[in-house]
């Protein structure tokens, strides 16, 4: 008989498993083994360490993003109720004393008492002008009939209210980007020089058409006001639940864009300015709902939880666009104290004896609010709300007016203050860095030297020294020194529109006396920058 070994299975070798190929045969796994290694399985972190820290420290920057946005946003709306409250305050003191002197110093001239030879001077035509303004605007504002107006916005229909709204969001910027230009164009025709040749129409034509602006921003904005009441005091909540959605849907068209800082920072102050004029809106449609309730107390308690939602939902909206959009550009947190600084410069600036324009034209120009409208809205409605009868009404009104004086020297000396510390230390910051760099550019080797050096001539450098100017001080001592001890400020403005970069932030060379010399020498440190290898050697010899 034959004998038969044992059987081989297909495609194997009697060599032992291997195919005819010479390749080994993948191992068969089973079922169970499958689930014990799913179960078992294990993996290290640590291999991606720089990934996972990145990521770690993004979502504690997203956290801390909130905190940042939201102090930038309360000290530019300090600014804001410091320009709105310098129109009730003392704009119209400085209005009179114009008057004053512009009755009284010819008369003065005439008998040799003063030897100037102007009637007003620059900033008190531009307190005359605004005070002009302002009494047209509010007088011609009489004449609308905004109990009409409540009547028709509320007969309308929630979607139509709803397009309306947005409508009148888009006109407010438009008008808020274009209303300064005519009101710096007004007072620059009235204060130019005679001397020079005539380019313009003439006064009274410029004062007209700024009388016309801020009518029609007024009416613009009492439109939204009335939208606004209607929203909140109707018995659903469909257009106020709308009106509010709005806000997210603004997260689409701004998160997804690309920006950078200064793009960044013309959003942030448009935030500013429109945090604020939602606060001003509020509050007249608590006066205006108050009024038709006779001032009862309850009314009020209805009415806050609806306001506060607004708000609320304004400040989440923000935060969360703020975010997301540092997040998706790389955009550090540190960069809104830059913001802060910007503003606290601006407020230092405006407060010079011979400052190149008053805080509030530079609040206008910087986050584009203009003060004018608003005040013309609020002395509209509490015309209107409020009635003054007797010596008793007249001595509430003087209290109340008394109240406004108090709360904004308070609110001029918190930012005053404020500004001062944030320009301290920016100036520290400053220094700092430029102690620091010429240690790090004196530890290179000859070799690596930038070759910048040799456009500069070999002489012994004078050692500068940058004495601490005595108004950037966090004390209220000094603030005080500033307003009364200025020196004129440099030929040249700090900030003229808001698309400044912030890479230049700081005051002009002017203020701080910097020279030729300084100015080279700040050149050389700036161009000791380590060149990187580029050639083969150099690779090799690093």
């Not at 083994?33 to 820290?53: P, V």
């Not at 120009?365 to 013309?376: A, D, H, T, Y």
């Not at 510390?421 to 100036?427: A, R």
């Amino acid at each position: 008989m034959e004998a038969h070994g044992p059987r081989r299975q297909p495609g194997q070798t009697a060599a032992g498993g291997r195919s005819s190929s010479g390749q080994k045969s993948t191992p068969r796994v089973s079922l169970f083994q499958y689930f014990r290694s799913e179960l078992t399985r294990s993996y290290w972190l640590e291999n991606d360490e720089a990934r996972y820290s990145e990521r770690r420290e993004k979502v504690y920057t997203f956290m801390k993003m909130p905190w940042d946005v939201e102090k930038f946003i309360l000290y530019g709306s300090l600014q804001c109720l410091d320009a709105f409250l310098f129109v009730f305050t003392f704009l119209p003191l400085r209005f009179l004393l114009a008057i004053w002197f512009l009755v009284s110093r010819p008369f003065f001239r005439l008998f040799g008492e003063t030897k100037s030879s102007r009637v007003l001077e620059p900033a008190e035509i531009c307190d005359v002008l605004k005070g002009v303004t302002l009494v047209s605007s509010g007088f011609l504002m009489m004449y609308i009939d905004t109990s009409m107006m409540y009547h028709v916005i509320k007969s309308q229909s929630v979607i139509k209210l709803y397009i309306f709204f947005n409508m009148l969001e888009v006109a407010d910027r438009l008008l808020s980007a274009f209303g300064q230009d005519v009101l710096d164009t007004l007072f620059w025709t009235a204060t130019e020089t005679k001397e020079r040749k005539r380019e313009h129409f003439g006064v009274i034509p410029h004062l007209f058409l700024a009388v016309f602006y801020v009518v029609s921003h007024t009416i613009l904005v009492l439109l939204q006001a009335t939208t606004l009441n209607v929203a909140i005091n109707s018995s659903n909540k469909a257009l106020l639940t709308i009106m509010m959605s709005n806000n997210f849907i603004e997260l689409k068209g701004s998160v997804f864009k690309r920006f950078g800082k200064n793009n960044l920072f013309q959003m942030s102050c448009s935030d500013v300015r429109e945090r604020f004029t939602y606060f001003i809106l509020l509050l007249t449609v608590i006066i205006q709902t108050m009024k038709e309730y006779s001032w009862k107390g309850e009314r009020f308690w209805i009415l806050l939880p609806d306001c506060l939602l607004v708000l609320i939902s304004e400040v989440v909206v923000d935060c969360v666009k703020h975010a997301f959009i540092t997040r998706f550009n790389e955009i550090p947190t540190e960069v809104y104290h830059e913001y802060t600084v910007s503003l606290a410069y601006d407020l230092a600036c405006s407060k010079h004896k011979n400052a190149f324009s008053d805080h509030s034209d530079l609040v206008a120009r910087r986050m584009g609010f203009i003060p004018l409208p608003l005040s013309v809205l609020i002395y509209r409605i509490a015309s209107q709300s409020i009635w003054i009868q007797g010596l008793f009404g007249v001595f509430l009104l003087f209290l109340g007016y008394v109240c406004l004086v108090s709360l904004k020297v308070l609110n001029s000396i918190v930012i005053l203050g404020q500004a001062c510390n944030l320009i301290e230390q920016h100036q520290k910051g400053k220094g700092a860095k430029a102690a620091q760099q010429p240690q790090r550019s004196s530890s290179h080797p000859p070799s690596r030297r930038p070759s910048s050096e040799k456009l500069v001539p070999t002489q012994t450098s004078k050692s500068v020294t940058h004495s601490r100017n005595p108004s950037y001080t966090g004390s209220l001592t000094d603030v005080a020194s500033i307003i009364l001890n200025q020196q004129p400020l440099g030929p040249q403005p700090i900030f003229c529109n808001s698309t400044v970069s912030l890479n230049s932030l700081g005051l002009n060379e002017g203020q701080y006396g910097l020279t030729e010399d300084n100015l080279v020498d700040i050149a050389r440190k700036l161009s000791c920058v380590e060149p990187i290898p580029c050639s083969k050697e150099s690779i090799q010899t690093e």
